[in-house]
Each structure stands twice: as C-alpha cells, then as structure tokens.
C-alpha cells in the first residue's frame, strides 16, 4: 500500500529551526515528485512547493521561496520541509503529497499533516 | 500567479440533492484542474484530474466538466459523506495554485 507518513506535532519559539519529514512507502521514490502543502487553521490549502527525489529539482511557490527549504533522502525515501528561523505565521498543518504525472501534477497520495505551532 | 476563484464558498444542501460547485480561473489553463475533497481533521482526498477524469474509487457521483476558464464539480445526489470542503487546484503554471474552497453542510 502507498502510504506517506508524517512526523509528529511540534511546538516551537519564534526564531527556533525547524525539519519535518515524510515517509514514503509502497512506490518508487524517484518516481514522483513530492510536494507540500500549508493549512492554517481554519483557512484553505496553500501550494508551497515539490521536488523531485531524482535529481532533487525543486520549485517554490514565490510565497515560500526563501522561507523554507524542501529536500529528500533517497536512502530512506524521506522528504523534508525545513525552516531557519520561525515565525509566529508558520502555525499551521502542514501537509506533504506525492505528485502523479500521469494525473497532471494533481497530488493523487497524502500524508496524515503535521501540525507546527509556534508561540513564545 | 494564476488565480482561481470558487463559488459558492458554502452551501447547504439536502442528501440527494444534485450540488454544483464552480472554479474559475484567471486565465487558461485547458484542462489543467483537479478537485479535492476535505473532511475536518483530514487530509485532502483527490477527486478528479484533468477537469473530467475520475480518480480510482471515487464514486461516479462525482463529475467534472469545463467550458473555457470555467470549470464545475457536481455532485449527482449528495450522501451523507459528502459533506466537507471541495478545493480545485490548477496545474498549467506554477506555482499550482488551489481555489479558497467550497463549504458544503447540511441543510
């Protein structure tokens, strides 16, 4: 079964680092890009990025870009969404999906989310 | 960016009744569009791609279509478990942009 699971909760200060991950199972790694998505609580999704695990191509969303760092390790079959400094503003579920090509880009597999609070 | 707009952004609706959500893009995008489906609490599911085609185990229920920039999910005879936010997404241009979402809830 493909399966993609994510880490656990975080609470985190402002300014703190942070590297959440995604697990993937049951497919190719290399095969499918894989992306992220943000939810803040009670909002609509937000498209923030994919890379492929191939050639660790990567593209942001312009919101994203220099915000955040997306990346993968192709031993463990595992992206990750990194942060240098957060704010009080990345609060929310954060989602990681895999892309289908042969579905147009859509996201047709996704993680369970990860929920980042960050508060002094 | 391009930009999608949905409408309504809620609805309320019986069980059985045929729903119809509209995502409009800003500008053309073919048939570069998928809807999600997403419950409280859960991850988005995805619904359909490429505007019309339907993704393994969805019901058949569920349709999509297009005519230029305006695209439209409908529900044929909404059920229980059809209530939850829908989202459209384009993927002609990144970054790929997703719709505000559709509340539907019960009447």
């Known amino acids: ?120 | 960016a391009i930009q999608l707009t949905q409408s309504p952004s809620s609805l309320s609706a019986s069980i059985g009744d045929r729903v119809i959500i509209t995502c409009r893009a800003s500008q053309g995008i073919s048939t570069a569009l998928a809807w999600y489906q997403q419950k409280p609490g859960k991850p988005p599911k995805l619904l359909i791609y490429y505007a019309f085609s339907l993704e393994s185990g969805v019901p058949s229920r569920f349709s999509g279509s297009s005519s230029g920039t305006d695209f439209t999910l409908t529900i044929s005879s909404l059920q229980p478990e059809d209530f939850a936010t829908y989202y459209c997404q384009q993927f002609n241009t990144h970054p790929f942009t997703f719709g505000p979402g559709t509340k539907v809830d019960i009447k």
């Open chain 1, 1 to 120: 079964e493909v399966q993609l699971v994510q880490s656990g909760p975080e609470v985190k200060k402002p300014g703190e680092s942070l590297k959440i991950s995604c697990q993937t199972v049951g497919y190719i790694f290399t095969n499918y890009w894989i992306g992220w998505v943000r939810q803040v609580p009670g909002k609509g999704l937000e498209w923030m990025g994919i890379m492929n695990p191939d050639d660790s191509e990567t593209r942001y969303s312009p919101s994203f870009q220099g915000q955040v760092t997306i990346s993968a390790d192709r031993s463990i079959t595992t992206g990750y969404l990194q942060w240098s400094s957060l704010r009080a503003t990345d609060t929310a579920m954060y989602y990681c999906a895999r892309l289908s090509s042969v579905k147009g880009d859509a996201f047709d597999i996704w993680g369970q989310g990860t929920l980042v609070t960050v508060s002094s």
